[in-house]
């Protein structure tokens, strides 16, 4: 098992930490999610996907990494992307790890 497996993200995602992103290569291109480590906050900003293959599960296959990433090392996605914030609607198992507006009303 490679270091990024231990880690949470799926084989194929890689976490490029010095360019502020996460990053899984697809055919035609690369799908990634953008984002700003703040403390144990992830601020997803923009998700991306080429063109073709939206509508195919990619953008969700790597939102599950991403919120399987932050799950596994104790940090909290604030979903700044529209994406992403649809995506943690649609699937409530991952409420545990948003961070953000409810969190700060504790």
Known sequence: ???QSKRGISPG???EAENNRFVMTVPGGEAFATYRRIDDYL???H???PQTLR???VGSEL???LFEHARDRGER???ACSFIADWAR???EYQDVLGGRKESAR
Do not use: K, N
């Open 1 to 3: 098992m490679s270091a």
């Open 13 to 15: 995602i890689r976490d």
């Open 43 to 45: 601020v997803v900003s």
């Open 47 to 49: 998700t991306e996907v």
């Open 55 to 57: 509508g195919h599960g």
């Open 63 to 65: 939102a599950r990494a």
């Open 77 to 79: 996605i604030v979903p």
């Open 90 to 92: 649609r699937h409530p």
